[in-house]
């Protein structure tokens, strides 16, 4: 079938969960399956590294590259697969913003190390042995992928055409984007493949949010039974709609939680977690700073609640750590 | 990259010397040549005074020579020169928001005295603008209809010169006294200094002029309650408190007063400071304007029993003038611009307890006596103590409730001269002996010198020294002692007097606080109205169409007062007489098709210029003026400000600290 266009499949540092997503697309994989023709998906299919390095540059249409970039190895095939594809598509929240990995861009290489291999309570390494880029073995030179101390996006290490955000990506997202894919006519590069306005537009809950909205106390979902007709955020529960890209179908609100803000900003907006910490300031109307303490005592980990996705791929990208390690 | 620099801009970047205010800390020659060599600058020179005919003559020719669409001038301050640089660029014919200020005097060589540093910070500045300019967009000024009407609040002498200004020019004017009569302090003063004209023959027939007028509307016992609309069409919303008196009705002759069943007054008279009672039906002087009594509500039987006899109905007869069942109301107008003279009030001594206030009866403050020597006052002009003495000596003690850092920190600057005018008018009446008791004399202006002088030479006698104390003589003689230490003598004096008078100095009114939010404006130092700028921009606010006259934007003298309360009828007039304006295009703008609707930005327009439209987001532009609050809060980008649109933010950034 050599007609049918070639797509690949990657991760890299995920959960495996936008893997998951692409497996859930039920009978509808199948569509995707007769339709072209996967070159390359480590997860499902037996190839190799060395059959992507023997493809011709740009032969294949599109790569699926999930996670963010975390070691050496990942953005050896990020860039081999750039090289590769004539169309680089970062899947899932991890890949277009950096995700949850980034959240480690709180720390670096030593301190996640030592925490992974020294001091957790589950740990038991009696000789401190800590991950090695070369090391003897058995008489052998054995070598594993470097560990960066930051976490990056996929378009921090190439160049991206398209985004498909999420965490993970629902059905719906991936077979409308497949099918744009394939529909050859193409949107301009660096389209996030999602509807460009915020989840708030067509919430159900939108008419039950107050025009003038002043949150006294911020609260966690377990300290609330939430009413499953009202606006969250008016619930003092931190739904980033108003800050957070449209597409998931509100699955968070349906599910009675609050949205965490997964789909990334609009375009017009560079620093997902800065935009909406402006805005949420503006609903603290106290003066005395007593008062807003208090409200913000809802938010105990405001870096994971407001860059929840978005830290490797925003204006602060890091705790501030000299030398950035390249 | 905006689309007609056609991928690359055509930048020219003029740096100015001004003189040597920049030259001298700032190598403009090396900053232009650097500016020269980056990408986009099609020219760049220095230039003595960027600002002056020839400099922005350079500005035209070489947009014009060189096909320039972008213009960065690196001078003073854009709040200084960027209308004037914004005009030369359009008048080589290109748009005027292609043109850019970077401010190397008051944020570089002002602030800095190394060359090498300072030049190199204005290198990064100028950088800043190359890396913005090429994202500007031209723009358009709205023009905006004026309404011609006017309102002037307070109807103090510079609300009542402001007001005929304007309606002499033709204006409709709204003259909004809380009182039930204008004339504000002035009407309650017998002479005036430094000339000592009396008070009442220059006021009353500027007053009588205004309560026929047929160009004002005067609203006495009224407030305004509220302002809405923008510069050139404001909506002010007057509340009238009751009278009870129907002015249209009433003719002023006063028989209800005489007819009341109070036989005597007894309630304190506010106009003469308490000195004397007054009925409960009263005409506050009788100079007042309108003619018309008022009721006071709290005094009178009908209200706190309903079964008076009424004789004022009775003889107020078939002009049916009297009307019990009155509440308050409301008015709306539309105006174009607003003046505030709102005027003062005086500090009230009793927050100096060492001055003796409302302790010793026969310590008074200065306004009491300004009552006390009038023909038509409470005692018709005779200074007697209040058990009927006439004083034979009388202390004055300048700035009480001013130049003190635990009352008021200003200078009241009428005191001083004022205590000269009532020491005058006092040693006329009763050939006292007079001490003043001041820090400094301040005679400045015209006039004043001379009457110190005059008054110095009639024997009043000064004692430079600040009152420490005032406490009974011994003896119940009746007579305090004012202690104070003669600076000039270097020793205590003491000194007892029949009667103190305190020369209690201007303070904010109680509400200036209240006010200044009404008509969205500011207040300095001590709770009086700022001005745009102290010096430029005397009468104007920082919102358009908001001018200020009188004691309200700060103390002064009644010959400055009128003087900038014409000013202040200027300015209005010039306004309002154009017949509209051109708003600065710097507003924000919601992009609808991005907007979610999530209600963020409404409430948080301190200008209240966001409103709901069909679910999404929309500023009015003409009230928008540019603040910013909305662009930063709206949490999915869908509002961007025009002159401060991201790109141009985030590259001027990337501009000064590429070097970085
Ligand atoms: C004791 C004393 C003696 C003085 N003697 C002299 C002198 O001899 N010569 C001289 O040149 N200057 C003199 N001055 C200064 C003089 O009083 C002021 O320069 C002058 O009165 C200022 O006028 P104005 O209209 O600004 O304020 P005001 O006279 O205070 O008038 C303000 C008016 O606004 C009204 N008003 C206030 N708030 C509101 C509101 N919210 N809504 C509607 N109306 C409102 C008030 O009722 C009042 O009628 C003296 C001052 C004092 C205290
Ligand atoms: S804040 Fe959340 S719950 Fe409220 S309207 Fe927006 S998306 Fe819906
Ligand atoms: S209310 Fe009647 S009686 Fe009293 S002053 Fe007016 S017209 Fe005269
Ligand atoms: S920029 Fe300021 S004034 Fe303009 S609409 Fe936004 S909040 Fe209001
Ligand atoms: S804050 Fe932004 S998205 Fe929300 S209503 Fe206002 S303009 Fe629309």
Known sequence: ?326 | MSADTNGQPRIGVYVCHCGTNIAATVDVEAVAEYAAGLPGVTVSKTYKYMCSDPGQELIKEDILANQLDRVIVAACSPSLHEATFRRATAAGGINPYYFHMVSIRELDSWVHTDIVEATAKAKDLIRAAIHRVRFHKPLERARVNVNPAVMVVGGGIAGIHAALTLANAGKKVYLVEREPSIGGHMAQFDKTFPTLDCAACILTPKMTEVGQHPNITLWTMAEVDKVDGYVGNYQVTVRHKPRFIIEEACVGCMECIEVCVFRRGKTPDEFNLGLNMRKPVYIPFPQAVPQVVVIDQDACIEFRTGRCKKTCVEVCAERNAIDFTQTETFDTVEVGAIVVATGFKTFDPRRTPSYGYGVYPNVYTAMEIERLVNASGPTEGHVTLRDGRTPETVGIVHCVGSRDVNTNEHCSRVCCMYSLKLAHLVKEKTGAEIYNFYIDIRAPGKGMEEFYNRVAEEGVHFIRGKVADVYPEAGNTGRVVLQAEDTLLGRVRKIPVDMVVLATGLEAQADADEVRRTFNITCGGGGFFMERHPKLAPVSTFTDGIFLAGCCQGPKDIPDTVAQAGAAAAEALALVDKGFVEMEPNTAYVVTEECSGCKTCIPLCPYTAISRVDGKAYINPVLCKGCGTCVAACPSGSIRQNLFEDEEIYEEILGVLANA
Not at chain 1, 71 to 77: H, N
Not at chain 1, 288 to 295: G, S
Request: proline share 7%.
């Open chain 1, 1 to 326: 079938m050599p007609d049918k266009p070639k797509v690949a499949f990657y991760w890299c540092a995920s959960c495996g969960g936008c893997e998951e997503a692409v497996v859930d697309l039920a009978e509808k994989i199948l569509d995707v399956v007769a339709a072209v023709d996967i070159v390359f998906w480590p997860v499902a299919l037996d190839f190799k590294k060395s059959d992507v390095e023997a493809m011709e540059d740009g032969s294949i249409l599109a790569s699926f590259v999930n996670g963010a970039i975390r070691t050496t190895e990942q953005e050896e095939m990020a860039l081999l697969l750039r090289r590769k594809s004539k169309v680089l598509v970062a899947f899932g929240s991890c890949a277009h913003l950096g995700g949850i990995p980034a959240l480690a861009n709180l720390w670096d290489r030593e301190a996640i190390f030592d925490t992974a291999y020294r001091t957790t309570a589950s740990t038991v390494n009696p000789e401190g042995t800590l991950p090695q880029v070369s090391l003897a073995h058995n008489g052998d030179r054995v070598h594993l992928p470097g560990f960066y101390n930051t976490v990056r996006a996929l378009d921090q290490v190439t160049e991206v055409d398209y985004y498909i955000p999420g965490c993970a990506p629902t059905p719906n997202i991936i077979a409308g984007a497949v099918e744009t894919l394939l529909g050859g006519d193409l949107p301009p590069a660096g389209t996030v493949l999602t509807p460009d306005i915020a989840l708030c537009e067509d919430c159900p809950r939108l008419d039950t949010k107050p025009q003038e909205l002043t949150i006294e106390r911020f609260r966690r979902p377990h300290e609330v039974i939430a009413d499953e007709g009202t606006c969250l955020l008016a619930q003092g529960l931190l739904c980033m709609g108003p800050a957070t890209r449209s597409g998931c179908g509100h699955l968070c609100i349906n599910g009675n939680m609050p949205c965490t803000g997964c789909f990334g900003p609009t375009s017009k907006v560079r620093d997902q977690g800065a935009k909406y910490l402006s805005a949420i300031a503006s609903m603290l109307g106290f003066e005395d700073e007593a008062a807003i303490d208090r409200a913000l005592d809802g938010i105990p980990d405001p870096v994971g609640t407001f860059y929840r996705y978005g830290l490797a791929g925003s204006l602060l990208r890091r705790r501030k750590m000299t030398p950035v390690d390249a």
